[in-house]
């Protein structure tokens, strides 16, 4: 099963307010990532757990948070939603010896 | 860093008729390339991945050539049909910049009867 979940689906935020996605897998994969694809745009790597250690991208390492308490569940935190966040957030996963990235199907974070 | 630039946009092509979607990328350590599929809805799924420095790959109703010495990709749908429609995206993984993926803005592609 290759497999990769996210909930919620949907998430509607309100400006201002913090915002917690989440991702599960349950191929034992060691990477996880984030991804933010706004309409038109190409997905942006936000950041990734190898194993336990996180990377945040240069760009973004301010506005978003992750944590992983185990191999199989990534979180995505923004600790205060702005009307930018608006988008498409993808999780992926993969494992170290391989190079394809599986994805889950997003979760559409409207914030109002 | 990398940049990686997919033309065109969207693409509306009549059943039975080839397609073809192309990534031009700038870094020249880049060493894979992947072609994401996705539907509406859907995950994105990996439909293939090249690694040599002239290849053509094979699938079911496509074909992949890369070309490292023009730094191009190409996707070539042949004889479309409406299983295709979808948005198709290429992604170039570079050594120079921690082994991760770059995307292209992604092809729309829309296959009409």
């Known amino acids: 099963d290759t497999t990769v979940k996210q909930n919620p689906r949907y998430k509607l935020a309100r400006v201002g307010k913090p915002v917690n996605l989440i991702c599960s897998q349950t191929m034992n994969h060691d990477t996880m990532y984030w991804y933010q694809k706004k309409p038109n745009q190409a997905p942006k790597l936000l950041l990734f757990?190898?194993?336990?250690?996180?990377?945040r991208e240069a760009d973004t390492f301010e506005k978003f948070q992750s944590s992983r308490p185990n191999n199989s569940f990534c979180s995505l935190y923004i600790g205060s939603a702005g009307l930018e966040y608006s988008a498409m957030y993808l999780c992926?996963?993969?494992?170290?010896?391989?190079?394809?990235?599986?994805f889950g199907p997003g979760t559409r974070l409207t914030v109002l | 860093g990398e940049q990686v630039e997919q033309r065109p946009p969207h693409l509306s092509v009549r059943e039975g008729d080839s397609a073809v979607i192309t990534c031009t990328y700038t870094?020249?350590?880049?060493?894979?390339f992947f072609w994401y599929k996705q539907e509406p809805g859907a995950s994105l799924q990996l439909l293939m991945k090249v690694f040599s420095s002239t290849e053509i790959n094979e699938g079911q109703g496509f074909t992949v050539l890369l070309n490292k010495k023009d730094k191009r990709l190409s996707l070539n749908l042949t004889a479309a049909h409406p299983g295709d429609s979808a948005a198709y995206f290429c992604a170039v993984r570079t050594n120079s910049a921690g082994n991760k993926l770059t995307f292209g803005i992604g092809t729309r592609v829309l296959v009409r009867p």
């Open positions: 992926a996963s993969s494992s170290g010896g391989a190079l394809e990235q599986y």
């Open positions: 870094d020249p350590n880049s060493y894979y």
């Open positions: 757990y190898y194993d336990k250690i996180l990377n």
